[in-house]
């Protein structure tokens, strides 16, 4: 932690102190403010209610899911038909479904929402998008730069990404971006009424079985939680 950002946090210290009464039963309620580092929690609590940050990502999540489904279906969500239609092929000649297609475009929208969000009220670094190569056996962590993901994505090279993270939001507690206080994905279950859910990794990964989740709990260390605009936010 730097120089400025270690004096706040000790001076957050006594603001934590004096907050602790009106914090408790937030925190208590709220999954995301649980999780959160006391120190940070406390720099946040100085301009900001403790649930602001979890209020507005979920609104953000709301905003993207009722956005993405206006461009084709204007005041409702699509129905499961719907949803399962094949809409186009990938490059590698798979199928991808109008709710894989909506996945995408509302991540877009939601992410870019979370940003500006995020710069408001997250009082340390954040990452969005970033990819990570994990090492289960060695529990080893680098991050792949996104010129490298471009590249090896069009040269055809998916393959090297094989066994790699990319959360969409990872919340630091200081400058170390390796570890995490905090990672966050967006699901827009397709339809609406399916429960969003972490997905689970199939047999050829390198964490076949385990779900996404507990992965980025294990690589990056904090806790992860999902951002849905049905459920708002909850734990793996």
Not at 47 to 76: I, M, P, S, T
Not at 103 to 126: D, I, M, N
Request: proline letters at 8%.
């Amino acid at each position: 932690m730097d120089t400025e950002t270690a004096g706040k946090a000790r001076h957050a210290a006594y603001v934590a102190e004096q907050a602790s009464a009106r914090a408790a039963p937030q925190a208590m309620a709220s999954p995301l403010v649980r999780a959160i580092p006391p120190a940070v929690l406390a720099l946040m609590q100085q301009e900001h209610d403790a649930d602001e940050l979890e209020q507005q990502l979920v609104a953000c999540a709301v905003q993207a899911e009722q956005l993405g489904n206006a461009r084709y279906f204007k005041d409702r969500p699509p129905t499961r038909q719907e949803c399962a239609e094949v809409v186009e092929q990938d490059r590698c000649g798979k199928p991808v479904t109008r709710a894989m297609k909506l996945g995408q475009q509302k991540h877009v929208l939601a992410l870019q929402c979370a940003e500006a969000v995020l710069k408001e009220l997250w009082p340390a670094p954040f990452s969005i998008e970033q990819r990570y190569r994990y090492y289960p056996n060695a529990r080893f962590l680098e991050t792949l730069s996104r010129a490298k993901e471009a590249q090896l994505i069009a040269d055809g090279c998916t393959d090297e990404l094989r066994g790699t993270i990319k959360p969409d939001i990872v919340l630091h507690e200081d400058r170390n971006l390796l570890k995490s206080a905090l990672s966050l994905d967006f699901k827009f279950p397709c339809p609406n009424t399916n429960r969003p859910q972490w997905a689970r990794y199939g047999s050829s990964s390198p964490y076949a079985d385990e779900l996404q989740g507990t992965v980025y709990e294990k690589a990056l260390g904090g806790k992860a939680l999902l951002i849905s605009p049905t459920k708002g936010i909850a734990p793996p």
